[in-house]
């Protein structure tokens, strides 16, 4: 059974930093693309940032791109999301995605981590 | 970036209903084109990937259809956990893209 656990949400002031996790279970890690995504309160889905099986390649929705930092340890079986500068419209729930390869669906979804950047 | 828009929002219905959601993108992305379930509190669920297949274990009242920019979801016979968010999203681009998303509500 896939299980995608997220951890590391927390407060955090803004211009702080923070460092999300998602431990992965059930499937071969290194061969799928994991993203994040992430939800503001009340709001729609917003996809924030994708890496390779390999880790050779991401890509970074403009909101973040230049701020957060996705990497991946096959060896450990986990998704990272190093993020920097947050600011108020961070605060989101984070999720942690599986991509199928077939149509670059997300069939697998982690229960998501709280993120709040206020003062 | 491709941009998506989803019609009409919110959308209310009666059980038994025939829903259609309605997602369009800015540009043409072929069938690259997945749909997701939410509801309060949860973490969104696949119904149809690549514009028409249906996910394993998702009710064939579910189905999608549409290539290019036009896209429709389509629920018939509306059940009561039918009533959800409904969310398409392009993979066509590997800056990915969600819709503002559908809310169908009890009329």
């Known amino acids: 059974e896939v299980q995608l656990l997220e951890s590391g949400g927390a407060l955090v002031q803004p211009g702080g930093s923070l460092r999300l996790s998602c431990a992965a279970s059930?499937?071969?890690?290194?061969?799928?693309?994991m993203n994040w995504v992430r939800q503001a309160p009340g709001k729609g889905l917003e996809w924030v940032s994708g890496?390779?099986?390999?880790?050779?390649?991401?890509d970074y929705a403009d909101s973040v791109k230049g701020r957060f930092t996705i990497s991946r340890d096959n060896s450990k079986n986990t998704l990272k999301l190093q993020m920097n500068s947050l600011r108020a419209e961070d605060t989101a729930v984070y999720f942690c995605?599986?991509?199928?390869?077939?149509?670059?669906?997300?069939?697998?979804w982690g229960q998501g981590t709280l993120v709040t950047v206020s003062s | 970036d491709i941009q998506m828009t989803q019609s009409p929002s919110p959308l209310s219905a009666s059980v038994g209903d025939r829903v259609t959601i309605t997602c369009r993108a800015s540009?043409?992305?072929?069938?690259?084109l997945n749909w997701y379930q939410q509801k309060p509190g949860t973490a969104p669920k696949l119904l149809i990937y690549?514009?028409?297949s249906l996910q394993s274990g998702v009710p064939s009242r579910f189905s999608g259809s549409g290539s290019g920019t036009d896209f429709t979801l389509t629920i018939h016979n509306l059940q009561p956990e039918d009533f959800a968010t409904y969310y398409c999203?392009?993979?066509?681009?590997?800056?990915?893209?969600f819709g503002p998303g559908t809310k169908v509500d009890i009329k």
């Open positions: 995605a599986k991509e199928n390869s077939r149509d670059g669906d997300f069939e697998n």
């Open positions: 059930g499937f071969p890690f290194s061969s799928h693309t």
């Open positions: 890496i390779s099986g390999s880790g050779a390649t991401s």
């Open positions: 540009q043409t992305i072929g069938t690259s």
């Open positions: 690549g514009a028409s």
């Open positions: 999203q392009q993979s066509y681009s590997s800056l990915i893209t």
